[in-house]
């Protein structure tokens, strides 16, 4: 389910060496993205996993039935480690200046107790948190939500690397919630020679198989209602939607392409997609691997 992470690492220069000749990404943000992306890897090398006690993971027959192994707001993570990384990248919000930084200001100023609040409404899937605060800065209304994803996301990752070796490794999950922590996936691809499909989770970072037809939000499995669309300047990626919640997953396709997959970075890459499918009228339940 996790790549190893100096493999991760290789991966990743090629990655960020071909964004950087894309105009339809912003510099400034490839740039944050290179920054916290490297930082989380040297993170997750280095923070403290406490371990769960066997009696409160759910058995691996309760996940086959669609419970998660460990609930998301019961996942333990390094807290020291998230706070400092909080406030570091909150420091590279202000070095990039105008509504980033001005917004890091006022993040800055709440102290640390806004800093605590904000992790603990992420661990829950508190959306409303977020979208409240945003009002104290409509400049930049995803900057607390992008601090906490990003802060909390190499312990949760860790965590999860270890918890996924109690379940099995080659097993298509029927349920389209991550088998892990139970969230909803922000990205999808298709690996190997049959095109198995593997959901990439929105909060602990798993990747996981399931149903190559198959909604990734409700579950829909009628073929006649999950088309899918390209765009011809996003060679290797598909927009797969579904006319029974109008959601929307992007979908890395490399199979006959020599390029580099991460599904953090291939999000990031193919964001004129996201265009594309909110102009047709659909929509991602999730944020983006950034909290953007």
């Known amino acids: 389910m996790f790549n190893d992470i100096e493999r991760e690492e290789k991966l990743a220069n090629r990655k960020f060496a071909a964004m950087r000749g894309k105009e339809h990404i912003p510099a400034q943000l490839l740039g944050l993205v290179e920054a916290v992306y490297r930082i989380q890897n040297e993170a997750r090398a280095a923070c403290i996993v406490q371990e769960v006690p066997a009696g409160e993971l759910s058995s691996v027959d309760q996940v086959i039935q669609g419970k998660p192994l460990l609930a998301r707001e019961r996942f333990p993570y390094d807290a020291a480690q998230a706070e400092a990384l909080f406030k570091r990248f909150a420091d590279l919000l202000t070095d990039l200046g105008g509504p980033m930084a001005q917004a890091a200001d006022v993040i800055r100023a709440e102290g640390d107790e806004l800093m605590r609040a904000a992790h603990?409404?992420?661990?829950?899937g508190d959306l409303d948190f977020f979208k409240n605060f945003a009002a104290r800065t409509p400049q930049a209304p995803r900057a607390l939500a992008f601090l906490a994803q990003s802060s909390m996301t190499p312990s949760l990752m860790a965590l999860a690397s270890v918890l996924s070796l109690a379940?099995?490794?080659?097993?298509?999950?029927?349920?389209?919630?991550?088998?892990?922590?139970?969230?909803?996936?922000?990205?999808s691809s298709l690996r190997g020679k049959e095109g198995v499909r593997v959901h990439c989770c929105s909060f602990c970072r798993a990747e996981y198989r399931t149903f190559r037809l198959q909604c990734a939000y409700c579950e829909e499995r009628d073929a006649a209602k999950l088309p899918f669309f390209t765009a011809d300047e996003e060679p290797g990626y598909r927009v797969d939607v579904c006319e029974s919640c109008k959601g929307y997953i992007k979908t890395t396709d490399f199979r006959e392409l020599d390029r580099p997959s991460l599904p953090a970075l291939d999000d990031l890459e193919s964001l004129t997609l996201d265009i594309l499918a909110m102009r047709k009228g659909y929509s991602r339940p999730t944020a983006s691997a950034w909290g953007f």
């Not at 603990?120 to 829950?124: G, I, K, R, V």
């Not at 379940?167 to 909803?184: E, F, K, Y």
């Open 120 to 124: 603990a409404a992420f661990l829950a």
């Open 167 to 187: 379940l099995p490794q080659d097993r298509n999950w029927d349920h389209a919630a991550c088998p892990i922590c139970g969230s909803l996936a922000f990205h």
